[in-house]
C-alpha cells in the first residue's frame, strides 16, 4: 500500500520510462476465445518491445465472481505461455489504497455524492444529468461520482489503432461514479489506480472500453498522475454478432492449445505461416513474438467465433 507521502501532489508524477502491460481479467469463469485473443495481443504488443508483461485479477465486483476462477483464468493462461513477469496483482488487496486516492479527490472538492438510481437514470435516456451535483444529501446510501470541469476533463486521445478519438462520439456522462453504493470502487476509478501502482505504460484490450478511456483520462488529469498509452482491438463476435461472451459457452477447446493460438494470430492480422499450426505452443509464442506488427491489427475483425 502506498503512505500517504506517495500519493500524487499538484506536480505531475511521472513513472521512470519502461514499457509495461497488463491483461485485467474479471474472475467470472473461465476465459473464451475472445479473451485469448485480448491476452495474446497485449503479451504481443509489450513483449516484442522488450516491455514487461502483468496479469491483474479484477476481483471487486463480487456479484459477478465465481469460485475457482481466478486459478482456473491463470492456469488457462499459463498453458499458452501467456505467464505474468511478476505475482498476480489481485484489486482486493487494495482496498486501502483505493481510499487514500478517493481522499485525495475529495480533499481537492471533485467529488459529491449521489443518491440517484440505475432506475432513474435510464429513465432519463441514460447519461446522468449532474442532478445530485449541487444538493446536500443526509440520509441514506450514495455513491460518489467525481466533478467533471473544464479543467480536468479530457475530450479526445489517440488511439493506438483507431487512431483520434473523440468524446462527443461516445455516450459518456459527464460526472461518473467512482464509488458505488456498496463502497467499492467503480471499475474506471480501481483500474486508474492499479495501472498508476503497478506502473502500467501500455494498454491494450478490447474495443467495447474505448468509451472508458475517456473517463480514466480525466481521472489520471484530476489525480495528477501520467496516463498510459491506450489501445483498443475489435471484438470477437459470435454467429449474432454479438460480442463473445462466457454466457455464450464459448470456452476455449482446451485439446488443441497450439490451434487456438494460430487462429488468435490469424485473426488478429498477423498472417501466422502454415508450419505454425503443428508447432509447439512455445514455438508459437516465439514467433509471434519476433514478427508482431501492431499496424497488421484489423479494425474490425472478418470472422466470428463458432
Not at 482496498?95 to 475529495?106: C, G, K, P, Q, S
Not at 483520462?217 to 475489435?234: F, G, R, V, W
Not at 482446451?254 to 503443428?278: D, I, R
Amino acid at each position: 500500500m502506498l503512505s500517504k507521502k506517495e500519493l500524487p501532489t499538484n506536480t505531475q508524477y511521472k513513472h521512470p520510462k519502461k514499457i509495461k502491460g497488463r491483461f485485467a481479467p474479471t474472475p467470472s469463469g473461465d476465459i473464451h476465445f475472445g479473451s485469448l485473443v485480448c491476452a495474446l495481443a497485449s503479451y504481443l504488443d509489450v513483449k516484442s518491445a522488450g516491455g514487461i508483461w502483468v496479469i491483474r485479477i479484477d476481483d471487486l465486483d463480487t456479484p459477478r465472481l465465481k469460485d475457482g476462477a481466478s486459478e482456473q483464468i491463470i492456469e488457462t493462461l499459463d498453458h499458452y505461455n501467456l505467464i505474468s513477469d511478476e505475482p498476480i496483482y489481485y484489486q482486493s488487496d487494495h482496498l486501502a489504497t483505493y481510499r487514500e486516492f478517493l481522499n485525495d479527490l475529495i480533499a481537492k472538492n471533485l467529488t459529491y455524492e449521489c443518491e440517484c438510481t440505475r432506475k432513474r437514470i435510464r429513465s432519463i435516456g441514460g447519461i446522468y444529468d449532474n442532478k445530485c451535483r449541487n444538493r446536500k444529501i443526509k440520509n441514506g446510501r450514495t455513491s460518489i461520482r467525481l466533478k467533471i470541469n473544464d479543467q480536468n476533463e479530457v475530450n479526445t486521445f489517440s488511439d493506438g489503432i483507431y487512431g483520434l478519438q473523440q468524446k462527443e462520439s461516445y455516450r459518456v456522462s459527464r460526472d461518473f461514479i467512482i464509488s458505488r453504493k456498496d463502497d467499492i470502487p467503480s471499475y474506471e476509478y480501481s483500474v486508474v489506480i492499479d495501472d498508476f501502482i503497478q506502473e502500467i505504460s501500455y494498454v491494450l484490450r478490447g474495443k467495447d472500453l474505448i468509451f472508458s478511456t475517456f473517463n480514466q483520462l480525466t481521472l489520471q488529469k484530476s489525480l495528477n498522475i501520467d496516463a498510459p498509452e491506450y489501445a483498443h482491438i475489435p471484438l470477437v463476435m459470435n454467429l449474432k454478432k454479438r460480442k463473445l461472451s462466457k454466457s455464450d459457452g464459448a470456452l476455449l477447446d482446451k485439446k488443441n492449445f497450439s490451434m487456438n493460438l494460430y487462429l488468435a494470430l490469424e485473426l488478429l492480422g498477423q498472417n501466422p505461416v502454415e508450419e505454425l499450426k503443428s508447432a509447439t505452443v512455445s514455438e508459437i509464442i516465439n514467433s509471434a513474438t519476433i514478427n508482431w506488427k501492431r499496424e497488421n491489427v484489423p479494425k474490425v475483425f472478418n470472422k466470428h467465433a463458432t
